[in-house]
């Protein structure tokens, strides 16, 4: 399907400072008192947002000038903590949706997710983050092109090079990081390993089981 | 070259290669809850897939359930729905729901392996960052999103990278009072939060032999904390001892056919490593954290350090972590005033743990500080039987903790257990994020159960080796 191979993400950029940021802050347990990923856009970062507030501070998920802002700039260790979902899940229903993200480092759950949105993470240097963070301080609506193909990061004059390991890359950009459609097409692969494999013929799973309630 | 016990475990899941060079990997355990599970449902339905290994996944509720009073209809309309939900899924698609009726519930890394689910040599896999803890068994298990466990229900299967392994060997004798915890908040101190990212843990040494399961689950949960999607321990005696007669566990013949299994998948004494790392045990002491990562601890004794201290591009969650916490660089954690002590979660929730603090109890006749809130909070329903049984709910309770129902209570902001305000609390279990415990200025120390259950009694962070003169 071509409308969803991630090969170029076009946007404004959005940057959140701070290493280490958990998916407990991206979004806070109790938005995840629900059944559906309806809703959770508008309650990205909401502690971060209202403490800032309480300050007189603003984050930068409240300026009206970044709202349609698509694709975010991060720092190191991004969405450690919780495996939940529904952190890029409210990142890529917060406003515009966040389309691409990049930054020094992400926690490998966080990124799994993303990948399985089709939403593509790009790693680049400390320097890089820095200097594109920059770039979009200096103009908020300068138009940032995350090229996943090249995975290259590029406003204005500045291109740095990033990078997204092979597996993931291929995924987004021939647009088959829907992986439930592959993995079926295994099928019958699967139930000649599943046959290999000794605990699977043991009886105690089985004995016991007797289907749901 | 050897293998080690994930390179042989990966290869024996391992279906296919993928077109993106990832591998499709068999799933022999896979464990849901009502918070991650959902959505998963919602996109079979709409896709019109359905659960062709039903009998590998196993449901149970913990992290919304409340823990002061279980009746249903819950009170809280969207808890009740998400159980409504949960019970609906399993039902449809024969899926075995581990309800609070058998008296089977409680917090999802505390019931497997209670019940014999978690194995040697298998994977398993859960949308939960702390499946690691089923490591502790040699197994291979990993959190994992949504979308990947609807690719679980749908196909067994998700497709995953190979990991590198890291062997964290720690050998010789800790030193009395310091527990699996303090080597967990060790490890994590040492090697950074972000140091796992990319490998599995192999964890080896005298100090893990002679551990129990309890305490390698203890290590193992906190694997993620370290950035390590999974850790896990060789199968041995210990671990066989565990499982011997748990109802999902293989009997009779099929039991000695899983020794030889589960031997089989053991690391070679020659195995091939991508990084070995050593500590002695005796480095070790009771730690405490003053920050807001599981990495941004101390030793009980030491004060907190200086930002000047830690490398340059580390100093800013430093700084933000002393303004978060209200906590002065240079002072000692010993005295700090706590509000409530939380003993209880997937780290340290277990039979054990609790034992272990009630024993202290025993021998000394302090009652927790007035102005401290004091949770116990069980893993399970079984462990809170057990506990029952063993008279220790009235250990806690003459000392003046609230003993309550088995979940994940005050780990997280789920339930009705909540930090209010800018509460300071003592903490069994693995995450101080900001706003982790409820209030969104809410404040986590991570320490060892009986070290909570000291600055329980004493109202504030203090040596438990103190407290608790033997
Ligand atoms: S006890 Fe805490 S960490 Fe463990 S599963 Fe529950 S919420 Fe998660």
């Known amino acids: ?213 | 070259m050897g293998k080690s016990l994930y390179k042989k475990v990966f290869e024996k899941h391992a279906v296919r290669e993928l077109a993106g060079g990832q591998t499709q990997l068999f799933m022999g355990l896979h464990l849901i809850h009502e918070v991650t599970s959902p959505q998963a449902f919602a996109m079979l339905r709409e896709r019109g897939l359905s659960v062709p290994y039903p009998e590998r996944t196993f449901a149970t509720c913990d992290h919304i359930i409340p823990t002061h009073n279980q009746l249903r209809p819950f009170q809280d309309d969207l808890a009740e729905q998400m159980l409504v939900e949960l019970e609906r899924n399993c039902q449809q698609h024969s899926i075995r729901y581990l309800s609070p009726q058998k008296g089977e519930q409680g917090v999802v890394h505390v019931v497997g392996p209670e019940l014999g689910l978690t194995q040697p040599g298998m994977t398993v896999c859960c949308g939960d960052s702390h499946t690691s803890t089923h490591g502790a068994f040699g197994a291979i298990a990993f959190g994992i999103g949504t979308s990947q466990v609807r690719d679980v229900l749908a196909t067994q299967t998700i497709a995953m990278g190979k990991l590198k392994v890291r062997r964290i060997e720690i050998n010789g004798r800790l030193r009395p009072g310091v527990y699996a915890k303090d080597v967990a908040l060790f490890i994590i101190n040492k090697l950074g939060v972000q140091g796992g990212v990319g490998y599995a843990y192999e964890y080896a040494g005298d100090v893990f032999d002679n551990f129990s399961m309890d305490e390698r689950m203890t290590v193992c949960n906190m694997s993620i904390e370290g950035g390590a999607r999974c850790g896990y321990v060789n199968p041995d005696e210990t671990t066989y001892e565990y499982l011997r007669g748990r109802q999902f566990a293989p009997k009779d013949a099929q039991w000695e056919e899983a020794v030889q299994f589960w031997n089989s998948i053991r690391s070679d004494a020659d195995a091939d490593y991508d990084d070995v790392v050593r500590w002695n045990a005796s480095e070790i002491e009771p730690m405490v954290t003053w920050g807001i990562t599981p990495g941004q601890s101390t030793p009980i004794g030491s004060a907190i350090p200086f930002a000047s201290e830690f490398p340059a591009d580390e100093r800013s969650v430093v700084e933000e972590a002393f303004g978060y916490m209200d906590f002065e660089p240079g002072s000692p954690m010993a005295g700090k005033k706590i509000d409530v002590a939380f003993i209880g979660s997937c780290t340290n929730g277990r039979f054990s743990d609790f034992e272990e603090v009630a024993k202290a109890l025993q021998r000394n006749p302090d009652k927790v500080a007035e102005h401290v809130r004091a949770l116990v909070v069980p893993g399970s329903q079984t462990v809170r039987q057990r506990l029952v049984e063993a008279g220790y709910d009235k250990v806690f309770e003459q000392a003046g903790f609230e003993f309550r129902e088995a979940g994940c209570s005050m780990c997280l902001a789920m339930n009705p257990d909540k930090l209010v305000g800018r509460q300071l609390c003592a903490s069994s279990s693995n995450r101080n994020f900001k706003g982790r415990q409820g209030s969104p200025k809410g404040r986590t120390l991570l320490m060892s159960p009986l070290m909570v259950a000291a600055a329980a009694l004493r109202g504030k962070v203090a040596d438990a080796r103190e407290v608790f003169k033997a």
């Open chain 1, 1 to 213: 399907m071509e409308d969803s191979k991630r090969t170029k993400v076009r946007g404004k950029a959005i940057s959140v400072d701070g290493n280490d940021i958990d998916t407990d802050r991206i979004i806070p347990a109790r938005f995840l008192r629900c059944v559906t990923f309806d809703g959770l856009g508008s309650h990205a970062f909401e502690d971060d947002r209202r403490q800032l507030a309480e300050v007189n501070k603003q984050h930068p998920f409240d300026d009206p000038a970044l709202a349609d802002a698509e694709i975010l700039l991060v720092h190191r260790n991004f969405g450690c903590g919780s495996s939940r979902e529904h952190a890029p899940q409210a990142l890529m229903r917060w406003q515009r949706g966040i389309k691409a993200v990049v930054g020094e480092s992400f926690a490998e759950i966080f990124f799994g997710n993303c990948v399985a949105l089709g939403i593509p993470c790009v790693t680049v240097s400390h320097a890089d983050i820095e200097a594109l963070k920059r770039a979009a301080a200096a103009d908020p609506n300068a138009d940032f092109t995350v090229d996943v193909q090249a995975t290259t990061v590029t406003v204005g004059d500045l291109t740095v090079a990033g990078s997204i390991p092979a597996g993931p890359r291929t995924q987004l950009v021939e647009g088959r990081w829907d992986s439930t459609g592959e993995l079926l097409s295994g099928k019958d692969l699967v139930s000649a390993r599943a046959s290999g494999l000794p605990y699977l013929t043991w009886s105690s799973y089985m004995a016991v089981q007797k289907g749901g309630e």
